[in-house]
């Protein structure tokens, strides 16, 4: 289209006017920000394409006199793809580093529909940061709001890229988007801000309501450990809160957490070591030997504490350094820019401030809100504050006035709070109900985290359960798809 717009763009592409881009390497596979556990995909080299593609993107969509772009690094994997009319299925990646496209269950869509798929990195993580330092005046540009521009302007680019290589005149393929957890919520609000730009979205366990305080997170956890765990895991907080008073350094040095000083870190690594099992599909793998351990009279925080290094830091990965405040103030752009950069966009847009319940809580009642404003503060200085009021009602919260999304959440995921489960016209809304069924199980199958190969949901308790929400996506992708062929857009 022979548009100001389309001209821009075309210019976009070749645009030698970058800032400067820092150049990454030996970056994580799965890259995870811990304190928030959102989004973990896997410790496995899992990837159908790791062949790394770049995009003169604009900084600042919001002003008409900045100017400055950034290199921005994409992928795409074409090999499903019905060559020249098959539908583009756009796959948000979010809060880290994005490595590939990885072998989830959306390769088997995109199979199955005969999709070519592409995935942008978010704004300033992994390798497509803007600037060579992170200081709080440089992350000005890093919000959700920045990054669905981005993947708008992205779209119209490789769509009209496409065209030029199909020698195709006019005529759009459909595009369909898809992401989880953050970026699940980024799919939901992309289908309400550019309608026009897709034929519809797959929000995956999308927190699209932005929450101050977020109890119902630790009463989830407790809700999905059961009774005999979760009074195992009450007696387990009480004796760490008594035992930081008289015994502090050796009860850290325990954990393997002497680094944490701030008492509050600590206690937050902690608090995230529990519900990663739930969040991610292996409760067992806490519950069960905490279980046993009460009903034999053993020390419960030893065997807390071997769970926590063998499992949380062993094999999930984790990286205890990365719940120090001292470590989040860290500027430089590298592997671990991943954590500041997520507690920005806390600090500044969403909260999910994961504060301990008024009764009945699991994690330590130390964990409160003055803990969160105080660690803002420290971390980005003065003025810092979550717009929680402000982007709920930019974007709807669970109230959003979207069409043609599909929401769907595990039933033992903390996070299913923050996001839409409710089904309402236009935006069906799924809950799979299993033992082990947590963040992203219709996308990652069971457990999430490592990830199993095609999304695997054999190992889900209920395979039945994801299989019934997964045919119901697959109905819902083909109608809309569908519906809008021909065009790429939905006006629905």
């Given at each position: 289209m022979a548009t100001a717009t389309a001209m821009r763009l075309s210019t976009a592409a070749m645009s030698v006017s970058l800032l400067f881009l820092v150049p990454l390497s030996g970056l994580a596979h799965g890259f995870v920000t811990p304190r928030s556990l959102l989004n973990r995909l896997s410790g496995n080299n899992n990837y159908l394409?790791?062949?790394?593609?770049?995009?003169?993107?604009?900084?600042?969509?919001?002003?008409?006199?900045?100017?400055?772009?950034?290199k921005q690094r994409y992928?795409?994997?074409?090999?499903?793809?019905?060559?020249?009319?098959?539908p583009i299925f756009l796959k948000i990646c979010g809060e880290s580093s994005c490595n590939g496209i990885a072998n989830d269950y959306l390769m088997v869509l995109a199979k199955k529909f005969g999709a070519a798929v592409v995935s942008l990195e978010h704004r300033y993580y992994g390798k497509s940061s803007p600037f060579k330092s992170h200081t709080t005046e440089n992350l000005k540009y890093l919000s959700s709001k920045q990054a669905l521009f981005d993947l708008a302007v992205f779209r119209q680019w490789y769509q009209e890229s496409l065209n030029l290589k199909r020698n195709k005149t006019d005529g759009e393929n459909p595009w369909f988007v898809f992401g989880i957890s953050y970026p699940g919520a980024l799919s939901a609000w992309f289908?309400?801000?550019?309608?026009?730009?897709?034929?519809?979205?797959?929000?995956?366990?999308?927190?699209?309501?932005?929450?101050?305080?977020f109890t119902d997170y630790d009463k989830q956890i407790g809700e999905s450990a059961g009774p005999e765990c979760k009074a195992a895991l009450q007696e387990i907080t009480q004796a760490v809160d008594q035992s930081l008073t008289s015994n502090r350094k050796e009860l850290k040095s325990l954990f393997g957490a002497a680094e944490l000083e701030i008492d509050g870190d600590f206690l937050y690594f902690l608090a995230d070591a529990v519900a990663v099992a739930f969040q991610y599909g292996n409760p067992d793998k806490l519950c069960t030997p905490l279980v046993e351990a009460k009903k034999a009279g053993e020390d419960l925080v030893g065997v807390y504490a071997k769970y926590v290094k063998e499992y949380y830091v062993g094999s999930f990965g984790v990286n205890v350094e990365s719940y120090s405040q001292k470590y989040l103030k860290n500027t430089a752009v590298n592997e671990d820019s991943s954590d500041r950069l997520w507690w920005f966009q806390v600090c500044t847009e969403v909260a999910y401030f994961q504060v301990a319940p008024a009764n009945d809580s699991i994690r330590s009642s130390k964990v409160d809100t003055k803990y969160h404003l105080d660690l803002c503060k420290n971390v980005f200085g003065e003025g810092i504050y979550p717009e929680v009021d402000v982007t709920n009602i930019y974007y709807g919260g669970t109230k959003i006035a979207g069409s043609k999304i599909i929401f769907t959440n595990g039933s033992q995921d903390p996070w299913r709070h923050a996001s839409k489960q409710t089904s309402s016209p236009g935006m069906p809304s799924y809950i799979i109900t299993c033992h082990n069924c947590g963040h992203g199980t219709d996308l990652r199958g069971c457990p999430q985290s490592p990830l199993s190969i095609e999304g695997n949901a054999q190992n889900c308790s209920s395979p039945d359960a994801v299989h019934k929400v997964r045919q119901q996506m697959i109905?819902?992708?083909?109608?809309?798809?569908?519906?809008?062929?021909?065009?790429g857009r939905s006006y629905m």
């Open positions: 394409t790791t062949e790394e593609l770049w995009f003169d993107q604009t900084l600042d969509h919001y002003s008409p006199y900045d100017h400055r772009q950034f992928y795409e994997f074409l090999d499903y793809f019905q060559v020249p009319d098959g289908r309400l801000k550019f309608p026009h730009l897709s034929c519809g979205s797959l929000a995956s366990s999308a927190v699209v309501l932005s929450v101050y305080n109905e819902h992708i083909d109608l809309w798809l569908s519906e809008c062929k021909g065009t």
